[in-house]
């Protein structure tokens, strides 16, 4: 059969000291890199999906207020946004309607009722303040599919949270045109997440 190919735009959003660059760090193998992200960043992963090839172009914007004006632009053109909270802390999970609500207004999505978004509690290895059940339910009033509970400094359940936004990529390939475009400014415009799977932790 033959490979398709896609590129994905992923954006990663949450407050500061969420977690966010350790995911990113975890996934992408540089584990002894835990600085704060000033501004962006932006890694590249390339991940199989059955046929498809997904490259990941994944944006780690800064949780710090001052540099949301800076990251808003590059809010535009993401295929999937991970909304990243700390499980230790309630008011990164109190902020994530906020970041959720900036990312549509900034993104524009086509569709921002039916876009992706994947939910990640991170630090699910200290005492937890918010449950796995107000996340999920967080998540079903938000109508958001996906929700993780993650270890990043262990690596706990991170390939998932990456897998499932290839997966995002992947499923919209197979059912529309969507394709591989030739830069950074043609990956602009959300694609539709498969609805058939169930919250994952």
Known sequence: MIESKVLSKVVLLGNLHAGKTTLLNSYCGNSNENRSTISQDCRKMEIKVGTTAVTLQLWDTAGQEQFNSIGFAFYRGANCCILVFDMSNRESFESLEKWK??????????????????????????????TAEEAVEWCSKNRIDQFFETCAKDGVNVDLVFKQAAKVAADANASSDFAMPTSLSGAGGAIKMSREDDVMR
Do not use: C, M, S, Y
Not at 103 to 127: M, R, S, Y
């Open 101 to 130: 609500r900036d990312f549509i207004e900034h993104a524009n999505p086509t569709d921002p009722e039916q876009f992706p978004f994947i939910v990640v509690g991170n630090k699910n290895d200290l005492e937890k303040v918010v």
